[in-house]
């Protein structure tokens, strides 16, 4: 089995060497294995695939205060916690 260097995938997939060691440090490249500093990948490894950073989450309150926000609602939970917290913060 042939293994190539983190500079030689980085070259391959057209990305940079950090994200190369990023997917390695994390497990997302199977069989790539650290001797000493260096990262051993194999040369058929196949690039990880990237995950959307914002993505939409299932917290049901968070929803909730982000649409009453967008919809600049008076009276809201969003509103009533900026109020409480905008006050008491002088008490600090």
Known sequence: MEFL??????????IS????????????IK???LTGKTWNIPAEAVKPARENSK????????NILREQKEMKLKGGIYH?????????????
């Open 5 to 14: 260097s983190v500079a030689e995938i980085a070259k391959k997939w057209k």
């Open 17 to 28: 060497d950090r994200s190369v060691r990023n997917y390695c440090a994390l497990g997302k």
């Open 31 to 33: 069989g790539a294995f």
């Open 55 to 62: 993505s939409k989450t299932d917290n049901e309150l968070l």
């Open 80 to 92: 009533k916690t900026q109020i409480e917290l905008t006050y008491n913060s002088n008490h600090i």
